[in-house]
């Protein structure tokens, strides 16, 4: 992987010597992440004139899970006397070094710490490196995606064992601290973001918490977790129905939240406008009537994190490329009664290789539990 986090790191450098910065620093943990194999606590990276370095308050432990350092990478720990940042001794080394300009991410750096990197390297002109390291995040390789392909696998095994449970009495909390636990016991990390769980009058709720109602005959009961697999995040939601037989109403609410998911779905190409694949989906449930409930967002990118580029919005900007993966996440929330929420994660692939990739596998049909 040595060569893979140094090409990325190419990438970065090529874009601030367009810019005219002669060295770049990195503070934000997913992006140290993305181009240096690891990020420990605090560390930041340094894209140098002549070499890049990770600065870090303590040696870097061997954690598996957090990541691997590239060994090609130089390591300097400040000592414990010191007590300083890792970033302001950045700034200072670069001036050392002889940079004249440094490009930082201003989007992450707090104002003192920003006056900070100014105070120790007086000479040096800041600049802002922008999400440069975020745009190169969009794009995954295949490596990339297989270990949101195993984070998606796990997601799906955790949920199939739940329902496979006794659910009805059992509160909505209890239900996500127990899908936690069954993604760690079958590989994961931990949970990509705390899981939802959402029964009756919750159910379809973006971002619901859980609480201590129990799970009722008749209830819609919905679902939205993911798992982090080596940092990487994927992201599976899905309701069902507790009880043998769902409502009219309920049957109706799926199909409709079903079409307007695979709308979204099927729109998903490379080339094709993220406001389109929005387009595809909320235009179904607005023809219904329910434009009014609809969330912002109908997806978004994953990766190291759980909410990446492309947002797939009304107004989102720029066209969709191959391997990049996404959610298509439409849902319906009506106050007092409940709601549906489907929610997959898929990698943007060209007709040519099959099209998009759907990574989270759990059945889509509407399941009486």
Known sequence: MSEVYAARRARLRERCHAGGSAAALVTRPANVRYLAGASPCGAVLLLARHEDILLCQSPPEDRPHEGR???????????????????????????????????????????ARHRAL???????????????????RVVKDEEEISLLRIGAEIADQALGELLESILVGRTERHLALELE???????????????????????????????DRRVEEGDFLSVCLGASYRGYRCELGRTFVIGTSPADWQIQLYDLVFTAQRAGREALAPGVACRD???????????????EHLHPLTGHGVGLENDEDPQLSPSAMGKLDACVPVTIEPGVHIPGRGGVRIDDTLVVRPEADGGPELLTITTKELLAL
């Open 69 to 111: 350092l590239d060994e090609a990478l130089r390591v300097q720990v400040l000592s414990p006397s010191s007590g300083g940042d890792p970033a302001v001794a950045a700034a200072g080394l670069a001036q050392s070094q002889g940079a004249d300009s440094l490009a930082v991410e201003e989007h992450h750096l707090t104002v």
């Open 118 to 136: 100014a105070s120790v390297a007086p000479r040096l002109r800041l600049t802002d490196l922008g999400n440069a390291v975020e745009q190169l």
């Open 181 to 211: 636990r069954r993604l760690v016991d079958h590989g994961a990390d931990g949970p990509a973001f705390p899981t939802s769980v959402a029964t009756g009058p919750n159910a379809g709720r973006r971002g619901h918490r859980p609480t």
């Open 277 to 291: 694949v929005d387009r595809a989906a909320r235009q179904v449930l607005e023809a219904a009537g329910f434009g």
